[in-house]
């Protein structure tokens, strides 16, 4: 099992810059870099959406078109820890932001909430007009 602690959030105002930390502590099972972590976020009144998800084959990374181009995740393997770089951050990016994990189960993107297994907190991003 993977425990995920997200950090980072905080008020910025719009066309700002944030970015948030997933560390990962396993406490059973298999290490970190066996699974795959997506970050979603839920803003008020609204479903929860997926801001990216990453392919277990190749490792790269999708976006929907409301955060391509502005929003990239990276990994630090030695620190078990996933990062969100936000850029040019909108007002309609405000939300409570998660991140989840899944083990990996084969090649591909999974990109649906459902599927995965572990969840961190969440975090709060507030953008200002």
């Known amino acids: 099992d993977v425990q995920l602690q997200a950090s980072g959030g905080g008020l910025v105002q719009a066309g700002g810059s944030v970015r948030l930390s997933c560390v990962g502590s396993?406490?059973?099972?298999?290490?970190?870099?066996?699974?795959?972590i997506a970050w979603f976020r839920q803003a008020p009144g609204k479903e929860r959406e997926g801001v990216s998800c990453?392919?277990?084959?190749?490792?790269?990374?999708q976006y929907p078109d409301s955060v391509k181009g502005r929003f990239t995740v990276s990994t630090d393997y030695s620190k078990d820890t996933v990062y969100l770089q936000m850029n040019s951050l909108k007002p309609e990016d405000t939300a409570v932001y998660y991140c989840?994990?899944?083990?990996?189960?084969?090649?591909?993107?999974?990109?649906?909430?459902?599927?995965?297994?572990?969840w961190g907190q969440g975090t709060v991003v507030t953008v200002s007009s």
């Open positions: 396993v406490t059973s099972g298999y290490p970190f870099d066996d699974h795959v």
């Open positions: 989840a994990g899944l083990k990996v189960r084969g090649p591909g993107f999974v990109c649906g909430a459902d599927e995965y297994e572990y």
């Open positions: 990453t392919s277990a084959s190749d490792y790269t990374t």
